[in-house]
Every structure is written in structure tokens, then in C-alpha cells.
């Protein structure tokens, strides 16, 4: 089988090198890639916003599966392009992608199916909702309705955050067109998680709960980023819970599109808030996670190639699908990220890292300055590591990190912190 990975990510490096392993896979292609793809795929120089371009090149190539990784070819309907033209693909069309290219839109599809979301109101007036944002007053969560990175909520703890929040997003435009309108929710506490499934349009295939810390910084501090870390699967979640998130969020979510005629197929990764009245939706993602596929790439047993075809049908040995223990991802970036940041700086140490057991680090922004592996980009490797148990898959993750080096790089020293707490 011929594959074509879209994307040039960690994500994208942890799903080349599993599919890699699959014997059924001929040929990969991958584009853009980046420079740690070159041992399992051939880098295609096509951006992924050049769509028409993707599609031309799966026709020459004769493609038998692409797999669209980051969320912006989907929201911009990739998939119903690949169709179009009889291209097998993998991820849901424009229609399905709009749970994640529009908050207000999925605000409303769970108000409308009763699935338990915080309570929110849609402002496409700064004025409006400033005047609201005053009167409601802090904690309050602000979001920005379009695609935003993973960037674009700000959970704001007093007034003043909020407020600055908001002329940011509406008046200054820090995420563009995303900010023209703006979705303001009541803030959850709880412990905040992640539910993957690889959904067929009907029904689903759940793959593990996992947890991100999203705060650039230890004990949950600093501002956002697309992810710093995650551990997989949750030791504070029973499988009666697992099971019902899954029904709850995911199948009725699924029931939600159905009867407005919308088939979703491909990854729903949904990030849902445990909180004391039970399970509530934040938001729901249409594609892999990052950092969470590089720890699900480590854990999973069977062929990639398998689980994603239970889009098509085919069968999945769910009771063989996982290595027994537990898995975790580590985000080293560059100094500043997730605010402004220096590349170009040379990288040592990421074979030293790799000849670990069970361990594999992958490459999220790095390029090739004159035969020198360089940064380039704010998160720039993804540490994962695979172990018996959760302490395990933490030291030799932070090990690993030990080995690498680049001017700058810093990150989390505390991931799986509460996964940690509960074993002990």
C-alpha cells in the first residue's frame, strides 16, 4: 500500500513511524515532512495549504490511503476534495471539521443534543461582549470561535485577564478572522482530559483517555501552548467511567451530526472536564492529537494501518490492540515559546536519546542548515517513552532528555504529575 501523510509535525513524525512498521505499507510520502521523516518517507515539497496540489500528487502517485494530520487542510475541506476526485483519505469533510474550525457551531450542536457542555454565549461585538464580560465578571473561559492553533482559549482567573483577552482576540486580532467572533463560558473545575475514537460515521473505536498540560510552565503555570506533554491512560478513571465519557461525549456527539445529516469519519479528540456534577465537553477536535499521538504511537501494538481502516469496515483486534503499561510524551522547546523565540540553533544529542529502551524522539521543529539539524519552531522535539508502569515511562522520558541540547530549551518537569499522585 501506497500512504501519504499530510503535515510536518511531531504528530505527523509519530504516525510515519508506525506506519513504517506495518507490513502492509510499500511507500510513504509525506509533505511537507520535516527532516526526522527522511528514514521511513520521502518529503514532498507541497504546503498544506495547497490543496489542489496535494490531490494532483496523490492521483500521479497512485495513493492508496492519505492521512491528513493538523486540523487546517480539514477545516478547509481537503476531504471533500480528495472525494471528489475518488482519493481514499482519511478525516472528515469541511462539514465534519466544523466541531473544530468554529466553537460557536459546537456550542450549539451540544446546547442543541443536551450533551453536557459549560454555559455560553456567542459575541460577534466586541462592545456586546465586553458589556457581558463585565457583568458575568471572572473566572470565566474566553474562546476564540475559528482555528486558533490550540491557542485560542484563555482561561482568565480575574477581570483584568479577561478583559485584556478580549480586545486582543476582537480588537487587536491576535488570531485573525479567528477573533471576529468570540465564545465566552463559564469556567469548569475539575481535572481536565482528553477521549480519542476513530469514528466510522455511526459508531466508533475508542483508543485511551490521556491528559495534556497545555501551561508552558510546572504547577500548571505560564500561558498556553499547543501542548507541553501528555501521559496515557489515566490511572483515575475506571472503565465504567471510561465507558461512559465515551457514550456520553463521543456516540452522542456522533447522534448530534447524524440528524443534521453531517457522517463524521476519522479522529474526534475531544477534551472534556471532570468536574463534580460529571463529564462536560470543552471542545472537540477533528484529527490526532499533539502531543498525545507520539505517546499512542508507543503504546499501540497493532498495525496503524488496521485501526484506521475501521473507518472502511474492517476489523480491529481491540483486545490486542495496546502494549500493557503506560505512555508519555515530553515537549522540549525553545526558549520564549509560546511567546516570541529564536531558530536556527543547532540540536546534539537526539541519537543518544533514541538508543534508550522503549523510548523515540520525534521531530516537531527542526530543519537542515547546512547538514547541521537546527530549530524551527517554538515546540521542537517530542520525547516519548513507553514503560510497565507510568513511573517508568516518566524516568526514561526524562532521561531522554538528558541527552538532548539546544541554546534555549526548556520544558515541563512535571508531566504525569497526577497520574503520579494517585499511584502512590
Not at 456520553?248 to 445529516?261: G, I, M, S, Y
Not at 474526534?268 to 456534577?277: E, K, V
Request: glycine share 10%; charged share 20%.
Amino acid at each position: 500500500m501506497r500512504v501519504f501523510v499530510i503535515g510536518s509535525g511531531a504528530r505527523e513524525h509519530a504516525l510515519v513511524w508506525k506506519l513504517d512498521q506495518s507490513p502492509r505499507v510499500e511507500k510513504i510520502y509525506v509533505a511537507p515532512g520535516n527532516p526526522g521523516m527522511t528514514p521511513y518517507a520521502e518529503r514532498v515539497s507541497i504546503n498544506m495549504n495547497q490543496l489542489q496540489e496535494l490531490a494532483t500528487f496523490a492521483e500521479q502517485q497512485q495513493i492508496d490511503l492519505t492521512i491528513v494530520g493538523p486540523e487546517v487542510p480539514l477545516i478547509d475541506g481537503i476531504v471533500d476534495l480528495f472525494r471528489e476526485r475518488g482519493l481514499r483519505i482519511f478525516g472528515p469533510d469541511r462539514a465534519g471539521a466544523a466541531l473544530e474550525g468554529s466553537k460557536a457551531f459546537t456550542k450549539e450542536l451540544l446546547l442543541s443534543a443536551g450533551i453536557p457542555s459549560a454555559r455560553h454565549q456567542t459575541f460577534h461585538s466586541y462592545a456586546e461582549a465586553k458589556a457581558y464580560l463585565e457583568q458575568h465578571g471572572a473566572p470565566i473561559v474566553l474562546k476564540a470561535d475559528g482555528n486558533a492553533a490550540g491557542k485560542g482559549a484563555i482561561v482568565a482567573l480575574d477581570l483584568e485577564t479577561a478583559q485584556d483577552a478580549l480586545k486582543q482576540m476582537m480588537v487587536d486580532r491576535i488570531f485573525g478572522v479567528a477573533g471576529d467572533t468570540v465564545v465566552l463560558e463559564d469556567y469548569l473545575q475539575g481535572d481536565e482530559i482528553g477521549a480519542t475514537a476513530i469514528c466510522n460515521g455511526t459508531h466508533f473505536l475508542p483508543l485511551l483517555l490521556s491528559q495534556d498540560h497545555k501551561r508552558a510552565l510546572d504547577h500548571d503555570q505560564g500561558l498556553n501552548t499547543g501542548g507541553m506533554g501528555v501521559f496515557t491512560p489515566l490511572p483515575f478513571v475506571n472503565k465504567t467511567q471510561e465507558a461512559e465519557i465515551y457514550e456520553q461525549v463521543v456516540l452522542a456527539t456522533l447522534k448530534a451530526l447524524q440528524a443534521r445529516d453531517i457522517t463524521f469519519t476519522g479522529v474526534l479528540y475531544s477534551n472534556i472536564m471532570l468536574t463534580a456534577q460529571g463529564p462536560m465537553v470543552i471542545e472537540h477536535n477533528t484529527r490526532f492529537g499533539d502531543p498525545e499521538t507520539q505517546a499512542f504511537m508507543l503504546l499501540l501494538k497493532e498495525d496503524l494501518l488496521n485501526v484506521l481502516g475501521f473507518v472502511d469496515g474492517e476489523e480491529v483486534d481491540v483486545q490486542n490492540l495496546w502494549y500493557p503499561g503506560s505512555a508519555v510524551s515530553l515537549t522540549l522547546a525553545a526558549g520564549g515559546y509560546p511567546g516570541n523565540y529564536q531558530s536556527g540553533l543547532p540540536i546534539t544529542g537526539i541519537e543518544e536519546a533514541n538508543k534508550l529502551e522503549n523510548v523515540q524522539v520525534f521531530h516537531a521543529g527542526t530543519a537542515l542548515k547546512d547538514g547541521q539539524l537546527v530549530t524551527a519552531g517554538g515546540r521542537v522535539l517530542s520525547i516519548a517513552a513507553r514503560g510497565d508502569t507510568l513511573q517508568e515511562a516518566v524516568d526514561r522520558v526524562y532521561e531522554a532528555a538528558t541527552y538532548i541540547h539546544f541554546e534555549g530549551m526548556h520544558y515541563r518537569k512535571d508531566i504525569a504529575h497526577r497520574g503520579l499522585a494517585v499511584r502512590k
